[in-house]
Structures are given as C-alpha cells and as structure tokens.
C-alpha cells in the first residue's frame, strides 16, 4: 500500500520539525533591526499631522475658489500661524467690506469652515486673501506648512492651487 496511508512503527524513522537555533536567532535579529529603523518612524507622528494638515489645507482653498465663482460673492481665506479660515464679507459681495464676521460654512459639518492646525505644525506665507467672482485671487504666493516645508502654491490670475 503505497502513498494513501502510512502506517505508524516503532522501527521507522520519524523525522522531527521545527526550527533550528540559527534559524531562530536569525529571525530575532531581523526583527531587532527592522524595530530599530521603522520604530521612530511610528513615533514622530509630527511629519504625517504636518502632511494631512497641508492637504486639509490645499482642501479649503479650492473650495473657496470653487465657492466664490458659484456664489457670486468673494471668499476669503484667513491664514494665522496655526489655524485657516474662510469668510465671506460682511454686508454685500465687495471686497472693500469687512471680511470676519460671516463665516463660510462647511459644507458636510454643521460648523464653520475652520480648523486650527495640529500641535507642531505651523504655517507661513503670504497671509489673507480672498478670491473673486470670477475665482481669481487678490493675492497669490507660497504658503509654506512645517514641519517638512510642505508648499502651497496659489496662482496668479487663474487662482490655481498646487
């Protein structure tokens, strides 16, 4: 009877399984090595805030862009050292009103559309501005979110963000 059933003995020859000690030793320090470079990583959670808050960001400023030009009304972008927000003007759709106390609402929140900027992370460039009807920026520039020196780039004229 040969190959569906195998009989067991005493006088056969088991082989036996497993792992050897260098085998073992060998995945132990693999594992010690691949902690040692990927654990900082897990750690500084810093770079991935600054590079979620930087898209969040690109976010906001499209879409008032977007906003303006179907609204008819300007949209301003409010930009602190660690916080966005977006306002329309006060009392009518001209950029000499007062921009702050009509703010954008998000459109899937119930609030505001605003957000303040994880702990760590920064943002510098060339400050407020406000698109128009036509979506075109009263300003334009780099926005530069750190830590990693991330860059937004508003365009002049088409007020493309990249």
């Given at each position: 009877?040969?190959?569906?059933?195998?009989?067991?003995?005493?006088?056969?020859?088991?082989?036996?399984?497993?792992?050897?000690?260098?085998?073992?030793?060998?995945?132990?320090?693999?594992?010690g090595a691949l902690s040692f470079f990927a654990a900082?990583?897990?750690?500084?959670?810093?770079?991935?805030?600054?590079?979620?808050?930087?898209?969040?960001?690109?976010?906001?400023?499209?879409?008032?862009?977007?906003l303006?030009?179907?609204?008819?009304?300007?949209?301003?972008?409010?930009?602190?050292?660690?916080?966005?927000a977006l306002?329309?003007?006060?009392?009518?759709?001209?950029?000499?009103d007062a921009f702050g106390a009509n703010p954008v609402q998000h459109p899937l929140q119930s609030n505001s559309y605003a957000d303040v900027a994880p702990g760590g992370v920064t943002i510098a460039g060339f400050g407020n501005f406000y698109y128009d009807n036509l979506g075109a920026p009263s300003a334009a520039?780099?926005?530069?979110?750190d830590p990693g020196g991330r860059q937004i780039t508003v365009m002049p004229l088409t007020g493309y963000v990249r």
């Open positions: 009877m040969r190959g569906s059933f195998r009989f067991l003995c005493m006088a056969c020859p088991t082989r036996v399984t497993g792992f050897t000690l260098i085998e073992l030793i060998m995945v132990i320090v693999l594992l900082p990583r897990f750690f500084q959670k810093s770079a991935f805030d600054s590079l979620a808050f930087e898209q969040e960001l690109k976010t906001a400023i499209r879409f008032a862009q977007k303006s030009i179907a609204s008819g009304c300007e949209v301003q972008v409010a930009l602190t050292a660690n916080s966005y306002y329309y003007p006060d009392t009518s759709c001209n950029p000499p520039g780099t926005i530069t979110v």
